[in-house]
């Protein structure tokens, strides 16, 4: 078992910046890829941006490239989101997850372990 916990989430005005982060204890972090997903009001839940289990390689959405960073210090069981300009579709309910591979996927499905959220609204 992992077990995941979000924090960093908040209220930020459009172009404001907030950083993610998510806890990780259980099972050896550094044995998973991680992602991060997000569930905006009536939608579905759709990929972030994911990170591979040391870090060498990392994906993102199109919605998010160039301005939002996935990051993970193994050594603290920790994964970061950075979010820079943020834009008022930004909000959403983020949630990170484990995925028991050296590699991200795209699909929410392929993730084995998720936190409980954390909201982030952006204020136009």
């Known amino acids: 078992q992992v077990q995941l916990v979000e924090s960093g989430g908040g209220l930020v005005q459009a172009g404001g910046s907030l950083r993610l982060s998510c806890a990780a204890s259980?099972?050896?972090?550094?044995?998973?890829?991680m992602g991060w997903f997000r569930q905006a009001q009536g939608k579905e839940r759709e990929f972030v941006a994911g990170?591979?289990?040391?870090?060498?390689?990392?994906d993102y959405a199109d919605s998010v490239k160039g301005r939002f960073t996935i990051s993970r210090d193994n050594a603290k069981n920790t994964v970061y989101l950075t979010m820079n300009s943020l834009k008022p579709e930004d909000t959403a309910v983020y949630y990170c997850?484990?995925?028991?591979?050296?590699?991200?996927?795209?699909?929410?499905?392929?993730?084995?372990?998720w936190g409980q959220g954390t909201q982030v609204t952006v204020s136009s």
């Open positions: 990170i591979s289990w040391r870090g060498g390689r990392t």
């Open positions: 997850a484990a995925r028991g591979s050296p590699f991200v996927a795209l699909d929410s499905g392929n993730y084995n372990y």
């Open positions: 259980g099972r050896t972090f550094s044995n998973y890829a």
